[in-house]
């Protein structure tokens, strides 16, 4: 009796009377469509476990057929085909920054652009294939983009995901292992897109496409990679939320993008305020239903057999499950190799290096520290202070401004509402000390 046969027969016996039709079969799992009839999905959705029980299946899952009304059962094959990274699609033109996820059981690719997306997250248990994943995405990109068009800071806390790219021209610094750094480097990127966007209005332009068709000087994108965000998140949970939530909300005009893995996904590490910011997500195969809503805010990860099999969740709310491709070490290497290295003007850190100097959070809290003195001389001097003012003395970007603008009221400096000095009465407070 083939697997259809023994289908129909135990949903029968579970009193389902429906009818297993002709499966459709991809590389992990083989989809069996149902005639319903009078059954409604539901019932059906109800007693899966129990049917991959008689029939001694690891997990079925059930879900509507994607581009048909039709629901099915998604049963693991016997044996599975491994996808190769040879297999992944050549160049997507109308793509800027092409990731392919993986293909489904038509055996169609399916390809997002982060440049839209506009940023990604990925959750699975241990041994799932995020890293496989990620691997993919990276050297998928560097093929297509050279260094003055594509920038990458890579965040790589358990120290042997990233390494392999240490000496890539695309990094804009070495892979950082330390959570403290690492925060420190999100708000720096985070300073910087407001730099950008300040670039943005200089030449009348909204995103970072029309922006490098006017100006000469092109800006590169920058894809920001965390594997594992779990690590920073446990080391610095305020601040990191904050920096990446900040880059999440405004990052995308100005061609910065996010792909955040981790193995943990439950909300102290995927927060309500990460996720709503990031609509475009992958699961792998997670270990209970409370993991998979983490990432999907659906169950359905909990049933993926791991090795890459996972469940896409798009802009448009549905859930198509893929297989992604295999990625061995000498198909990195590869990828790698094949960049041709050499003669490269860096264009883009002679004019905006400084913005990526490597800082621990001592040393970026000390700056600070120095900034909000020189404000304070300032606004002494002066006898008012505006944002604009701080940032026309050349102290900061506007950003910084308006934060150490935030922190001289919280101070007392300034008043509250205005930011002059003169009629405050905390101005005394702030002359008295400077006596
Ligand atoms: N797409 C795939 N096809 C086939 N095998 C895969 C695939 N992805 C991963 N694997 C297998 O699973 C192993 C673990 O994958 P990977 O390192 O990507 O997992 P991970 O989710 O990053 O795990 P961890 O959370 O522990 O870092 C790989 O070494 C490979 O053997
Ligand atoms: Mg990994």
């Given at each position: 009796m083939t697997t259809r046969h023994h289908l129909e027969k135990a949903l029968h016996e579970l009193g389902l009377s429906v009818a297993v039709m002709t499966p459709i079969s991809g590389h992990s799992i083989s989809v069996y469509p149902l005639r319903l009839g009078e059954v409604k999905g539901e019932r059906i959705q109800g007693q899966l476990d129990e049917l991959a029980g008689r029939l001694g299946i690891r997990a079925i899952r059930g879900a509507f057929i994607e581009g048909s009304s039709r629901y099915g059962l998604e049963v693991p094959n016997t044996e599975r085909y491994t996808l190769n990274a040879s297999e992944v699609p050549k160049a997507v033109k109308q793509f800027n920054l092409a990731l392919h996820i993986g293909i489904d059981i038509y055996g169609t690719w399916k390809t997002v652009d982060l440049a839209k997306a506009p940023h990604m997250l990925l959750g699975g248990g241990t041994?799932?294939?995020?890293?496989?994943?990620?691997?993919?995405?990276?050297?998928?990109?560097?093929?297509?983009?050279?260094?003055?068009?594509?920038?990458?800071?890579?965040?790589?806390?358990?120290?042997?995901?990233?390494?392999?790219?240490?000496?890539?021209?695309?990094?804009?610094?070495?892979?950082?292992?330390?959570p403290q750094t690492a925060v420190a480097m999100l708000n720096s990127l985070a300073d910087h897109m407001d730099k950008r966007y300040s670039l943005l209005e200089q030449e009348t332009t909204r995103d970072i496409e029309s922006y490098n068709k006017r100006s000469k000087q092109k800006l590169p994108y920058i894809v920001v990679i965390i594997d594992e965000l779990a690590d920073l998140m446990l080391?610095?949970?305020?601040?990191?939320?904050?920096?990446?939530?900040?880059?999440?909300?405004?990052?995308?005009?100005?061609?910065?993008?996010?792909?955040?893995?981790?193995?943990?996904?439950?909300?102290?590490?995927?927060?309500?305020?990460i996720k709503v910011n990031i609509p475009v997500r992958l699961a792998f195969a997670v270990g209970n239903h409370h993991e998979s809503r983490a990432i999907l805010d659906s169950n359905g990860a909990e049933q993926l057999l791991g090795q890459g099999d996972c469940l896409f969740y798009n802009r448009q709310g549905n859930l198509i499950r893929l297989q992604n491709p295999f990625?061995?070490?000498?198909?990195?290497?590869?990828?790698?190799?094949?960049?041709?290295?050499?003669?490269?003007?860096?264009?883009?850190?002679?004019?905006?290096?400084?913005?990526?100097?490597?800082?621990?959070?001592?040393?970026?809290?000390?700056?600070?520290?120095?900034?909000?003195?020189?404000?304070?001389?300032?606004?002494?001097?002066?006898?008012?202070?505006?944002?604009?003012?701080?940032?026309?003395?050349?102290?900061?970007?506007?950003?910084?401004?308006?934060?150490?603008?935030?922190?001289?009221?919280?101070?007392g400096v300034i008043g509250e509402h205005s930011a002059s000095l003169g009629h405050s009465p905390l101005l005394l407070q702030v002359e008295q000390d400077n006596s």
């Open positions: 041994g799932s294939g995020k890293s496989t994943a990620v691997h993919g995405f990276i050297c998928n990109l560097i093929k297509h983009k050279n260094a003055n068009q594509l920038r990458f800071v890579m965040i790589d806390p358990k120290r042997v995901e990233l390494n392999y790219y240490r000496n890539l021209e695309h990094l804009l610094c070495p892979p950082i292992t330390d080391a610095s949970k305020g601040n990191c939320e904050k920096a990446l939530v900040r880059l999440a909300q405004k990052a995308r005009a100005v061609g910065i993008h996010l792909i955040l893995a981790t193995q943990q996904p439950k909300s102290e590490i995927v927060t309500s305020l990625m061995s070490e000498q198909d990195i290497r590869k990828h790698i190799d094949n960049r041709a290295y050499g003669s490269f003007t860096d264009y883009f850190m002679q004019q905006h290096g400084d913005d990526f100097k490597l800082e621990t959070q001592a040393t970026a809290v000390d700056k600070d520290l120095h900034l909000f003195e020189e404000a304070k001389q300032l606004a002494i001097s002066q006898g008012k202070l505006t944002t604009a003012s701080l940032v026309n003395a050349d102290l900061c970007s506007r950003a910084k401004a308006q934060r150490i603008m935030h922190q001289l009221r919280t101070a």
